[in-house]
């Protein structure tokens, strides 16, 4: 098996490092605390997640959360409620008589997926109040858990994009009234979560201590890769695994990928030149996605991508200087474009901006 995973999570054998992370957010979970978990992209927020669950003693129940698919408070309801069936109960006649009695209100329906023996509940919402009143039942359920449980929402900037408007106000009040429960905030809109968990008109402002995850360390990085080369007999120096460590911008995502790939060739002697192929591989494989970008984002946003795809990290970038350096427009339309690219998650907003993906940074830097 290929020892470097580019998706999901396996177990700590597979993972790298992490061990303040994880302990501190331990930490927050058995002192019932809340916590907003935030990094760049593809940093290893979903996979964190993950390892803190497989550490956790099994008197704590982890229910991880994924709204990313959701659109609606309807669709929000629906995969907290599946969730939290499939985790808070073993499924039996008894759970379905208390599920069925708790939230009569709402008309439960069961569901049992034959495949993959999960079981799933909907209720009946056909209006706004129907779906609070869910929400509400549900926390309570939640509340009256004999086990101490930690809700793990991931994406969670997703509810603003819900057409509902008071989801924000109707969540916060019911994270409130629970002390027993922990909740996880985590995201890949950064500059979503910051605002909605700092500024103080909001529901959210103060409800959770704020976790910045930071890049894995390289020391750290680099013995964990080449520990699973040798144990599979291939040869990596040192120099070598720092060179695709820096190849790969410390982004936890990266450079799993490069060492993925370098895996898979069982070429047994790995080397800079080696590392730098592969980069080209995936620089070349992916071009019809960058080409794709390109044609979908007007000439002065795909000029401001790839002007900041040179600068690596612009810190103003609303200063003549940057502007006036690669000939872009006036402030004003500049700042749009920006925000537009932001708003797209092709720009990261964090002490300034950078391209998101460091892989298409590197294809736009060799852009005419
Ligand atoms: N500590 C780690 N050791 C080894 N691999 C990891 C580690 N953390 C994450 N990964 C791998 O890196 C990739 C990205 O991780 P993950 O999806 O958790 O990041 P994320 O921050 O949630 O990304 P996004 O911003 O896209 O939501 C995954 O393929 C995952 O398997
Ligand atoms: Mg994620």
Same mark, same amino acid.
């Given at each position: ?8 999570? /396996?177990?700590?054998?597979y993972? @790298?490092?992490?061990? +303040?992370e ?9 002192? *019932? ?5 935030? *990094? ?5 927020? #979903?996979?964190l997640?993950?390892?803190? !669950?497989?550490?956790l003693?099994s008197s704590i129940?982890f ?10 408070l ?11 069936i499939e985790?808070?109960e073993?499924f039996s006649?008894?759970v379905?008589?208390?599920? +069925? *009695? ?7 329906k069961?569901s049992f997926?034959?495949? #993959?023996g999960?079981?799933?509940? /909907? ?8 779906? &609070?009143k869910s929400? %509400? ?15 793990a ?5 997703q509810?603003?994009k819900?057409p509902?408007?008071?989801v ?10 629970d002390?027993n429960?922990?909740f996880?905030?985590?995201g890949?809109? #950064?500059h ?5 968990f700092?500024?103080y008109s ?5 409800s959770?201590? +704020? ?6 360390e390289q020391? &750290? ?6 520990q699973?080369?040798? *144990? ?7 120099? #070598? ?5 820096e190849?790969?911008?410390g982004?936890?995502? %990266?450079?799993?990928?490069? @060492? ?5 060739e ?10 730098k192929?592969i980069? %080209? &591989?995936? $620089?070349?494989?992916? !071009?019809?996605v960058?080409? %794709?970008?390109? /044609?979908l984002?007007?000439?002065l946003?795909?000029?401001i991508l790839?002007?900041v795809?040179? /600068?690596?990290?612009?810190e103003?970038p609303?200063s ?7 000939k ?7 700042r749009t474009?920006i925000?537009?690219?932001i ?6 907003? $964090? ?13 736009l830097?060799?852009?005419?």
């Amino acid at each position: 098996m290929n020892p470097f995973l580019v998706s999901g999570y /396996e177990s700590p054998k597979y993972f @790298c490092d992490r061990k +303040t992370e994880a302990e501190k957010i331990v930490n927050v979970i058995e002192n *019932s605390r809340n916590l907003t978990l935030i *990094s760049e992209r593809r940093i290893g927020k #979903t996979s964190l997640l993950k390892h803190v !669950e497989f550490q956790l003693t099994s008197s704590i129940i982890f229910v991880y959360v994924d709204l990313y698919p959701t659109l609606r408070l309807k669709d929000f309801i629906q995969v907290l409620s599946n969730n939290i069936i499939e985790k808070l109960e073993p499924f039996s006649d008894k759970v379905i008589r208390k599920i +069925t *009695s708790f939230f009569a209100a709402l008309q439960p329906k069961f569901s049992f997926n034959p495949e #993959t023996g999960v079981p799933g509940l /909907e209720f009946t919402i056909s209006n706004n109040s129907e779906a &609070e009143k869910s929400v %509400n039942l549900l926390f309570e359920y939640i509340r009256n858990s004999d086990k101490k449980i930690v809700i793990a929402f991931d994406e969670f900037q997703q509810i603003l994009k819900y057409p509902e408007k008071n989801v924000e106000a109707l969540l916060r009040s019911e994270i409130q009234k629970d002390n027993n429960a922990s909740f996880i905030f985590s995201g890949s809109q #950064t500059h979503l979560l910051i605002s909605m968990f700092n500024e103080y008109s909001r529901p959210f402002y103060n409800s959770s201590q +704020t976790m910045y995850l930071e890049r894995i360390e390289q020391s &750290e990085y680099t013995k964990f890769i080449i520990q699973n080369f040798k *144990s599979h007999n291939f040869f990596i120096d040192d120099e #070598t695994a720092k060179y695709i460590y820096e190849i790969g911008n410390g982004i936890t995502y %990266n450079i799993q990928y490069l @060492c993925h790939k370098l895996f898979s060739e069982q070429e047994k002697k790995i080397t800079s030149d080696l590392a730098k192929k592969i980069l %080209n &591989e995936i $620089l070349k494989e992916n !071009e019809v996605v960058y080409f %794709n970008y390109r /044609e979908l984002l007007t000439r002065l946003q795909y000029q401001i991508l790839k002007a900041v795809a040179k /600068e690596f990290h612009v810190e103003k970038p609303y200063s003549i200087q940057f502007l006036s350096k690669y000939k872009l427009d006036s402030t004003s339309s500049a700042r749009t474009a920006i925000n537009a690219l932001i708003e797209k998650g092709l720009l990261i907003n $964090l002490r300034g901006i950078h391209v998101t993906d460091w892989f298409f940074s590197l294809w736009l830097k060799q852009q005419p």
